[in-house]
């Protein structure tokens, strides 16, 4: 490490800014990879729990009748 140092700092100070911008850019760059990384992860854990429910709703489940049901007996309405 100490060897990469030294020709880092012998180098011109336009070309160190240009090896800065290349850090940042590359670090940058592995940060959204992490996030998307991330956001597959919660999807997929998220398919996974619903997978869990398949078969458990009937067939003839009707899904505006029973949301209807619901806000009647919650509001009245």
């Known amino acids: 490490m100490s060897e990469a140092m030294s020709v880092y700092e012998a180098l011109p100070p336009v070309a160190q800014k240009e090896v800065n911008d290349f850090i940042f850019f590359v670090a940058?760059?592995?940060?959204?990879?992490?996030?998307?990384?991330?956001?597959?992860?919660?999807?997929?854990?998220?398919?996974?729990?619903?997978?869990?429910?398949?078969?458990?709703?009937?067939?003839?489940?009707?899904?505006?009748?029973?949301?209807?049901?619901?806000r009647e007996e919650k509001y009245g309405l």
């Open 28 to 70: 940058a760059r592995l940060k959204i990879s992490d996030a998307k990384h991330s956001q597959h992860s919660q999807s997929k854990s998220a398919l996974e729990t619903l997978k869990k429910f398949r078969g458990r709703i009937p067939a003839d489940f009707d899904m505006k009748r029973e949301l209807a049901a619901a």
